[in-house]
């Protein structure tokens, strides 16, 4: 294919990928905008009231980057792991494999779909969040790289999540039993100094606490780990993903075996 | 000729060590048009999986119109157009957006795909239905809905497995009436079907695959030519108790009015209305039991050794 031809192609994988989601608005963009708004009053306004301050800000301002960045986790990994796998379950997935398009247009086209979907879902969190604080933005630079690199990140694994996936369970076990647990831990409540030596040595191997706190350097100016290494982190990790994903593709691996 | 594909000692071992493909080579002529044929479970969606890289070969090599497809597989892909056996596109997209998103696979430009998806969607009879969801159309309008899908691009080569699966025969007469036509304008064509008499009526070359292996592949006329049996269908007008003995038959019998005849082309049927006479046996009708196909992939496939040399 030419690059004419390849530019078409990714085109039309991610307008159909950014198209079913919202044919479906009421099942990808209403829950989250609801769920996020629910920890807003009650972890914000009802429960956060009377924990006082957090870095230095009050629990509110603290915890919005926090849900806005988990926002972004969730909806990213579960559009492309559903998507993916719905292409596999209902056979369509052999109308992408039949045509002449390069294995990393695909994942290309899947991935910025689902990317799309976190940031969109982010904006519209992000725009609730002004009902019940104040949100500035400290470093806007770092806000849109660390929101872009962290939908790409989970959009990746939410693709190798549907490449391995043989049932729609495997689907939803990744999500309940490693993602929320590691974005719950993650920082997003609470800052790391809360936790003692230990757990605060623990919790800096889940990648999801440099995503966190680099969101959060960049809209309140304050992070428990260094902001440029939490990018660089996220940066090997998008490369990394990439790359596995891209093995897998080219293997055929629960697609053409 | 040019061959428009090539498969050479093509073999695929499932995981788990079932080996559905055990290195079978056919070539397809430009312009022919190709019957893959074989019982349930032979191996010919395996075949056609992997020609259409769907499917990883386990060895073996497959050239398309003489593109390798370990070499250069997006050429090789861009002269196939696919029409599975299963439905696979998705159900809740409409007609129209199926056939558009499917052309952008290809790279080709809007403008182009609207003009490819009008022209073959009015061919087939599907224009009218162009707005509707797909899960909405009947099995026939699912299966054409494939064809025109797989023409979208305009490939060189068509494979269609099992096209006519559930079609009604009215719609099954337009369906060929519309591959011949494809086929006389240049576009060879591959096909699996169960029914032997589209492929008798359709195919001028076929390979037949059991078990893993070709077990015959040649033309039509001289495969056929090799079928040296055919069983007759006597209608009788007088009960029979038993089959009668005939020299030179063999014959059995059906229910009291029918009887099935094994007559060897080079016998002929003569004889065999001679002897009925003698014995009193009186005929009020005859056909034959199959189409000359599938008298000889019944016979094939049941290893009878019923083949000239």
């Not at chain 1, 039949?98 to 899947?110: A, C, D, K, R």
């Not at chain 2, 196939?80 to 696979?105: C, D, H, M």
């Amino acid at each position: 294919m030419n690059r004419t031809e390849i530019a078409i192609a990714l085109f039309t994988l991610v307008h159909k990928e950014i198209r079913r989601f919202m044919r479906i608005w009421v099942q990808t963009l209403v829950p989250p905008a609801i769920t996020m708004t629910l920890y807003f009053v009650i972890f914000g306004n009802l429960i956060g009231s009377r924990i006082g301050e957090m870095g230095g800000f009050d629990y509110m301002q603290y915890v919005v980057p926090g849900l806005i960045m988990m926002s972004v986790i969730t909806n990213s990994y579960a559009n492309v792991a559903s998507s993916f796998y719905s292409h596999k379950f209902q056979h369509c997935v052999e109308e992408i494999l039949v045509s002449p398009m390069p294995n990393w247009v695909i994942l290309f086209g899947f991935v910025i779909g689902g990317a799309v979907r976190g940031i969109l879902v982010g904006i519209l969190v992000s725009l609730l969040s002004l009902f019940f604080t104040k949100l500035q933005v400290d470093n806007l630079f770092v806000t849109i790289l660390v929101i872009i690199l962290t939908a790409l990140l989970f959009a990746l694994a939410g693709f190798i999540n549907g490449i391995f996936a043989n049932k729609f369970d495997d689907i939803a076990i990744i999500p309940t039993f490693i993602l929320t647990p590691l974005t719950y831990l993650g920082g997003v409540f609470y800052s790391l100094d809360l936790l003692p030596d230990f757990w605060r040595a623990v919790s800096m191997v889940n990648p999801i606490v440099y995503m966190v706190n680099a969101f959060r350097y960049g809209i309140l100016g304050v992070s428990d780990v260094d902001v440029y290494f939490s990018i660089g982190m996220i940066g090997f990790f998008v490369v990394i993903f990439t790359v596995f994903s891209l093995w897998l593709l080219n293997r055929g691996v629960g697609i053409r075996q | 000729m040019a061959l428009a594909l090539s498969v050479k000692n093509l073999k695929k071992r499932y995981k788990g060590g079932v080996e559905a493909l055990k290195g079978i080579t056919f070539e397809v002529e430009q312009g022919d048009f190709f019957a893959l044929l074989g019982p349930n479970g032979a191996g010919k969606s395996t075949a056609i999986g992997i020609i259409s890289s769907l499917m990883n070969k386990s060895e073996g090599s497959v050239e398309i119109f003489g593109h390798d497809i370990d070499v250069s597989l997006s050429k090789a892909k861009k002269e196939i157009g696919l029409v599975p056996q299963e439905f696979n596109f998705n159900q809740f997209e409409t007609v129209y957006s199926i056939l558009i998103t499917q052309a952008g696979y290809y790279g080709i430009p809007a403008s182009r795909a609207k003009v490819n998806t009008e022209k073959y969607l009015r061919a087939l009879g599907l224009w009218e239905k162009r707005d509707s969801p797909s899960r909405m159309l009947s099995g026939g309008m699912k299966r054409r809905l494939m064809i025109v899908r797989a023409l979208i691009h305009e490939p060189k080569l068509l494979i269609l497995d099992e096209p006519t699966a559930g079609v009604d025969i009215e719609l099954r007469r337009t369906m060929w009436t519309f591959l011949e036509d494809l086929n006389k304008k240049g576009t060879t064509i591959i096909l699996t079907t169960h029914y032997l008499e589209e492929a008798e009526s359709l195919c001028r070359t076929i390979a037949i695959i059991d078990e893993g292996k070709i077990i015959r592949n040649g033309s039509m006329s001289s495969l056929l030519k090799q079928l040296n049996v055919e069983t007759l269908v006597l209608d009788l007008k007088e009960p029979l108790s038993e089959a009668p003995k005939l020299d030179g038959y063999v014959c059995s019998r059906v229910n009291d009015y029918t009887l099935n005849v094994e007559v060897d082309i080079e016998e002929g049927v003569n004889k065999l209305f001679a002897l009925l006479t003698e014995r009193g046996i009186k005929v009020t009708s005859l056909r034959n039991k199959a189409n000359r196909l599938e008298e000889l992939f019944i016979r094939l496939v049941n290893k009878q050794d019923t083949f000239s040399p």
